[in-house]
């Protein structure tokens, strides 16, 4: 449901009767409404993740790889690949944080 505060459309949810009221438009999720509230699971096929609220493909990647969707290990959201080589720098690593952090200049 959308309300106006202050001049400005917030969407809010005030709770649901039925699944056909949940429906969040991602297809990698199931939409239920249980106990009055709204639920969305990501489909636990292995192929995608649920990373703020869009589904994005096993496999993609962001932050020059230091961030991956790895459905099988969590689906609900960026699996940080620490301690790897990422793709910005030729000897950099990924953080702990996601980060792609460059060697020092020799």
Known sequence: AENVFGGSCQSQDFGCESNGECDDGQA???????AGLCKHEVIGDGQNCLVDGICVPDGASRDFGCKVCDAGANGSGWTINNLQGCAAHACGVCDLEGKCVPCPDP
């Open 28 to 34: 990698c999720t199931t939409d239920t409404c249980v």
